[in-house]
């Protein structure tokens, strides 16, 4: 058993003096590059993509467009400003201005110029 223990404490069995083997660094490096491009590809690239889409939906804005804010409001867009947008709500025409980065839907569907 404690040859075992003695084996696993060395590098690969062989002594450790001071230095390792520049091989078995690369192979201790591998599985934590390996977790960074899984984190890559599974989190930040695709909240990238989203915030991606996000911004071009908020940059699209038009008036007419019927949205829907981060508090669940529904609502038409009545202006769009620089950071403010403002919106009729319900039959009663209630207008709301609220913040760009508030609206989380647009609901218009808009044609899309062919390329």
């Known amino acids: 058993m404690t040859e075992l223990i003695k084996f ?9 003096q001071g230095t390792q083997n ?9 599985p934590l590059v390996l977790m960074i491009v899984i984190f890559y590809f599974l989190i930040i690239r695709p909240e990238k993509k989203r915030s991606k889409k996000m911004k071009e939906m908020l940059d ?3 008036v007419a467009d019927e949205v829907v804010t981060a508090g669940g409001i ?7 400003k620089e950071d403010t947008v403002l919106i009729e709500t319900g039959s009663d025409r209630t207008k709301i201005r609220i913040l760009k980065s508030s609206i989380a839907e647009n609901r218009t569907v808009h044609d899309t110029p062919e390329s």
């Open 8 to 16: 696993m404490t060395t590098a690969g069995g062989q002594q450790a």
């Open 22 to 30: 520049p091989a078995s660094m690369l192979l201790m490096l591998i």
């Open 60 to 62: 699209h804005l038009e």
């Open 74 to 80: 529904i609502g038409r867009v009545l202006s769009v």
